[in-house]
Each structure stands twice: as structure tokens, then as C-alpha cells.
């Protein structure tokens, strides 16, 4: 027997998970991978599309047509012609996997425009590679430029002259770089001219050609900058722009009830049927004269309508949450007054935003996108971190379909069954389990379960018995699940309450009697306890988290590590 042993490999891609296989030398005797044996393996999908994966946009053809597609952030693009009943892959020939926005030219609906790189800023976004034009319904792809713009987010197409393109280029999300800005074509893609720049901190983020007269054109400008826990939304690169002339200048929108001092994302919608009323996701300081900080709902943030073309806002509420991850807003085609805006939960209002409500009843949260049908406005889609949901009744029934494959996974596990199983932590998803192999070809939903829900990140199984798993959610949130018995262990996370209570007894021993007066060495030794209390008590409140939190061996199978990790962990509360 040859002194090599075959293992799984397990990795996230555009069809959720899939497997090939490697050989392992071992420390006896081995030998060298040749590349012959290498470039003969495969790639194999396993699944699952039980809960398909987080969406960034899509866009349809009007009806009668039953043509979609949507764009994954980490899987490519799909397309369906049966209103989502099936789908295809459509962009897995091409070295990227991170899509932005999509765009259809509304009098040539054979050209589909594709900007690559999520500009929903969490800190596992990815970078794309440009943008990419289909003239052939979206079947193929060829690249059309703009590739260091890293993040594309959003693409207008004139209303009646598809060679016309505008394109908002947010610009590297990990640094500063000049390659941001809008953009525009009037060959087709062949050229393009940077029509605004604000700085190499600040890019466009969206952008909105008026349906009745192209000439007018308002975009918005955002400066944002990511780290890997923490995020600098807004700043004085953040603005309205509005154009009277196709682009070629520009003018801010200031004043008249829109919001003063730092601003953050905005999105924009003119409406189709009155393109006089406009509405706008503002992220807004509480103040006019501060930078924005981490609040979940700053007073001058929310949804803002305009009803003379943009000239005069009214704020209509203010909720607006985490509006660097989602932030969208689409009103009804034929009925300006009935606006869809995005919040953790999709919200509608049918008074023009005075109201509103949640729009999307048992659906997935986080929602990135919303196409409306123009000619039937009761059929739209939603897509956000679980997928696609589909309404026709103006959401309310939704078909949410299990048939995407985008599941984006953190960590992946196998255990030493055989055949093995796998487990994976998907981003807001929770964590899966599933067999790497039946007999038959293909491996169906109904084999694969969740053992954890949230975020999922790390997995691990037992390697002695199959039946006991473990998972984690964000937060540090860890759990082990015997699938046998069903029963669950929840770990428990070091808090500060603990150490905090301890010094509580030692100020208690030292003050003595609370009835009588404290001497000066008893306040001074007390304030030393408390300067002590309040360092451990922040340490243990932001510095523990799970480090490699499983690692599970035969020689220790039911085993943690947690180890105490020398900095925040602030991403949370954003």
C-alpha cells in the first residue's frame, strides 16, 4: 500500500461547496505531487442551495418575459427564464467571483451590463475586476474596462440610446486609490471618460438617469474606508450631484431641506411614472457639524423624498439601518406614493414614507436589491443574504426557492466517516452538515441539516464519533450537537460580570461599615480597586474571542481552545 493516504478538500465556490481530492504524503518515504496528476483532478459540487447565499442585485425584463438574473457576491452571476425556477451560470468562465450591480438596456434587452466587486462594505467583501458587457441575453461576458475600480456600485443605462452608460465606481474598499469616480460611455463600452471625480477617498455609489429627460442626471458620492474590524463611513467626499447637461457637469445639492455636515451612503430612485417625485436612503450625522458614528439611527438619517425634481427635500422618517451594508430604495412604477426602502427588514410605504411597515413577511433579512416589473408592479424581487424572493401579489406571498448554489462558507470541517461528512459555516446562514458523497450522482437538499444558526464560522467533528459536531456563530457563539440524541451544549464565553463581582468584594472588605464615613487611605485604596476593576472588566468585555476554536484530535475529541486575543473585536457594532 502506497505510504500516501487520500484526504478531502473542501472549498467555498460559486456552487456553495465542492470537493476534490489530494493526496497527503506522509513523512515516510514521501514523493512529490507531479503536475500531470495534479491537472487531472476535479472539482465536484456537493452543495447545498438549501438556504442559496448572499445576493447583491437583480435585474429583470419586463413582463410578458419571465427573464432574470441575479448577481451573488461571491458566485457569479445567474440567469433564469422561468422566473426563477431554474437557473444557470452564466459568468463561471471568468477569474472572478465577486459581483456588484447589473443593468439591462431597456430598448436592447440583449445587452446586460455587469460591474464586479459587492460595494456593500462588510469586511469579507472582495474585490472585482471591472465591468463586463453581454450581447447575447447574458449567455457570455466580455470585459469592458475599469478594472481597478475594484467595487462598481451601480450601472444607468439611457433610457432610449444603449450605447450610453453610467457607471459608479466606488474604488478600492481596503485603501485609498484614484481609480473611483462616475464614469461614462457613448460607444458601448469602448471608451470611458471619468465625468466626476471627488478624491481618491471618495467614489459614486449610485447614479440615476431622469426616464423622461436623459439629460438629467443625479448621483451620489461616498467616502468610506475599510478595515478589518472596523468601518469610516461618510466624510466630505460624501454627496448629491445633480447634471443638467448628460454628465459633462456637475453641480452638489445643497441645502432645501437635504441634509447639511457629513453624510455617509445615499441611495437614489426617480420615479418612472412621475419622475418629479424622487426618494433617497440618506446616511446622515446626528449633527450637522460631526462625522457619523456608530448609531443605528441618527436623526437626519432615513428615507428623504422629493416631490419637484430634486430642488426641495422633506425628510420622511429615520430609519435607516446599517446602510453600509444595505441600503436600497425603489418606488412603484405606476404609483409614486407606494415606496419599498431597505432596513434590516425591507419596510413599505404606501403614503409616500409619512408610514410604513415591514414589507417582506418571513423572508431572509439584509436586503441588497429590488427589481420592480414596470408593467406589472405586483411582480418583484428581492434579493438579499438567503437569496432570491419572489413576489407577485406585491409581496404578500413570497416563493423562496432552494435552487441557488452561493453559499458563502467561512470554515469547512469532515470528520473520518466513510463516506465522510462535512460541515461548513456559511455567512448569515448559520452552519450546514451534509455527506460528501450518495450513490447517486447528485447529493439532494433533503441530506443536509443545520446545526447552528447566525453567522456561521467554524465547524468541527468529532474524529471518533460522527454524531457529534460542534458550531459557531458570531460573537464567539459556540455549541456541540449530538445528532444521536439531539442533545446541545452551549459553551460559555469568559464575561467581565465575574471579575468584576471579585473586585465588588474586595471594595466591600476594604470600605467596612457603609454607615460610617470612609477614611482617606480606605477612598484611595478604593480607587485603586476601581481603576483595577474597570481595566479587567474592559479586557474581558472586548479581548476574548474563540481562537481556533475546535481543534479536535483523537487524543482530545470533546476539547476547546479559547485563547485570549491582544485586540477589539469592535466589527459588531456596526
Avoid at 130 to 146: C, E, H, Q, R, V
Avoid at 535 to 556: E, G, I, Y
Wanted: proline share 6%.
Amino acid at each position: 500500500m502506497s505510504p500516501s493516504r487520500f484526504v478531502p478538500r473542501l472549498a467555498a465556490v460559486t456552487g456553495g461547496l465542492a470537493l476534490h481530492g489530494t493526496l497527503l504524503a506522509t513523512a515516510l518515504g514521501a514523493q512529490a505531487l507531479d503536475s500531470a496528476t495534479v491537472a487531472g483532478m476535479r472539482w465536484r459540487t456537493v452543495g447545498p442551495a438549501n438556504f442559496m447565499g448572499r445576493l447583491s442585485d437583480v435585474v429583470g425584463i419586463p413582463s410578458p418575459s419571465k427573464t432574470i438574473f441575479v448577481a451573488a457576491a461571491g458566485g457569479g452571476i445567474w440567469k433564469s427564464t422561468n422566473n426563477g425556477i431554474t437557473w444557470r451560470p452564466t459568468f463561471d468562465d471568468k477569474r472572478i467571483i465577486s459581483m456588484g450591480m447589473l443593468a439591462i438596456a431597456p430598448t436592447d434587452t440583449q445587452q446586460v451590463w455587469a460591474g464586479t466587486g459587492e460595494p456593500n462594505s462588510r469586511n469579507s467583501i472582495e474585490p472585482g475586476g471591472g465591468i463586463f458587457k453581454s450581447t447575447d441575453g447574458g449567455l457570455t461576458w466580455k470585459p469592458m474596462g475599469l478594472e481597478k475600480t475594484e467595487h462598481i456600485g451601480r450601472i444607468a443605462v439611457h433610457p432610449t440610446n444603449p450605447n450610453v452608460v453610467f457607471v459608479a465606481a466606488l474604488g478600492a474598499a481596503w485603501r485609498s486609490n484614484p481609480d473611483r469616480g462616475l464614469y461614462k460611455t457613448t460607444d458601448g463600452g469602448q471608451n470611458w471618460k471619468l465625468v466626476k471625480f471627488i478624491s481618491d477617498k471618495a467614489g459614486f455609489v449610485d447614479v440615476a438617469i431622469h426616464p423622461k429627460n436623459p439629460n438629467v442626471v443625479f448621483a451620489t458620492s461616498w467616502e468610506r474606508r475599510r478595515t478589518p474590524y472596523s468601518l469610516f463611513s461618510g466624510g466630505p467626499g460624501s454627496a448629491l450631484w445633480k447634471s443638467t447637461d448628460g454628465g459633462e457637469t456637475w453641480a452638489e445639492v445643497k441645502g432645501n431641506g437635504f441634509p447639511a455636515g457629513y453624510k455617509g451612503r445615499m441611495s437614489l430612485d426617480i420615479n418612472l411614472a412621475n419622475p418629479d417625485v424622487m426618494y433617497m436612503m440618506i446616511e446622515a450625522a446626528s449633527n450637522t457639524t460631526g462625522p457619523i458614528v456608530g448609531e443605528r439611527s441618527p436623526k437626519l438619517n432615513g428615507l428623504y423624498k422629493s416631490t419637484d425634481g430634486g430642488t426641495t427635500w422633506a425628510q420622511m422618517n429615520n430609519i435607516n439601518v446599517r446602510p453600509f451594508y444595505y441600503s436600497q430604495v425603489r418606488s412603484d412604477p405606476k404609483n409614486p406614493n407606494r415606496v419599498y426602502f431597505s432596513s434590516t427588514e425591507l419596510q413599505l410605504s404606501e403614503d409616500g414614507g409619512k408610514t410604513s411597515r415591514n414589507a417582506a413577511q418571513n423572508v431572509h433579512v439584509d436586503d441588497h436589491g429590488i427589481w420592480i416589473d414596470p408593467n406589472d408592479p405586483q411582480r418583484w424581487f428581492l434579493a438579499n443574504d438567503g437569496g432570491i424572493a419572489i413576489t407577485y401579489d406585491a409581496g404578500g406571498n413570497f416563493a423562496q426557492m432552494q435552487n441557488l448554489p452561493i453559499g458563502q462558507f467561512y470554515e469547512v470541517a469532515y470528520d473520518m466517516a466513510v463516506p465522510y461528512n462535512i460541515c461548513g459555516g456559511a455567512q448569515d446562514n448559520g452552519t450546514w452538515c451534509g455527506p460528501s458523497k450518495r450513490r447517486v450522482n447528485q447529493t439532494s437538499l433533503g441530506y443536509w441539516f443545520t446545526i447552528a444558526g447566525g453567522d456561521g464560522f467554524y465547524a468541527a467533528m468529532d474524529p471518533t464519533d460522527p454524531s457529534v459536531v460542534y458550531g459557531e456563530s458570531q460573537g464567539g457563539n459556540a455549541s456541540r450537537l449530538n445528532l444521536k440524541t439531539g442533545e446541545r451544549y452551549a459553551f460559555q464565553k469568559p464575561s467581565w460580570q465575574a471579575k468584576y463581582k471579585e473586585w465588588e468584594d474586595s471594595i466591600a472588605t476594604v470600605r467596612g461599615d457603609p454607615l460610617t464615613s470612609a477614611t482617606k487611605a480606605q477612598n484611595t485604596a478604593i480607587a485603586a480597586l476601581r481603576k483595577q476593576q474597570a481595566k479587567d472588566s474592559a479586557d474581558l468585555a472586548l479581548r476574548f474571542n474563540w481562537n481556533t476554536p475546535f481543534f479536535l484530535s483523537p487524543h482530545n475529541p470533546s476539547g476547546g481552545v479559547l485563547r485570549r486575543q491582544p485586540r477589539a473585536q469592535v466589527e459588531q457594532a456596526r
